[in-house]
Nanobody
Framework: VQLQASGGGLVQAGGSLRLSCAVSGGTFSSYSMGWFRQAPGKEREFVAAINWSGGSTYHANSVKGRFTISRDNAKNTVYLQMNSLKPEDTAVYYC?????????????????WGRGTLVTVSS
């Protein structure tokens, strides 16, 4: 399976971005999906996850109330809507697919990863 993330860029603090991740080469609706991010010099951290149907989602405390994960199984795409962005949200954002059923928060349970898209939030 291949994942291609897009939508990153430079935005001022308080602004919004929507990331997209297009998935090909597999049965998208069978995957649990997640977003992670990695800032320079830091570990890759969990941001949000969604189950196969989109009926269940989970967001890290650091982004809860500001970011929203969603998916469109007809378009084989998962999204991350990011509002009220802060400078500390600056990172490379990665989408990932897991064959584990349900909400998956551990990066070690994801089988496939996209290349990442850079989000830079200026103060």
């Amino acid at each position: 399976v291949q994942l291609q993330a897009s939508g990153g860029g430079l935005v001022q603090a308080g602004g919004s971005l929507r990331l997209s991740c297009a998935v090909s080469g597999g049965t998208f609706s069978s995957y649990s999906m997640g977003w992670f991010r990695q800032a320079p010099g830091k570990e890759r951290e969990f941001v949000a996850a969604i189950n196969w149907s989109g009926g269940s989602t989970y967001h890290a405390n650091s982004v809860k109330g500001r970011f929203t994960i969603s998916r469109d199984n007809a378009k084989n795409t998962v999204y991350l809507q990011m509002n009220s962005l802060k400078p500390e949200d600056t990172a490379v954002y990665y989408c990932a697919a897991s064959t584990v059923i349900g909400i998956v928060t551990s990066r070690y349970q994801y089988n496939s990863w996209g290349r990442g898209t850079l989000v830079t939030v200026s103060s």
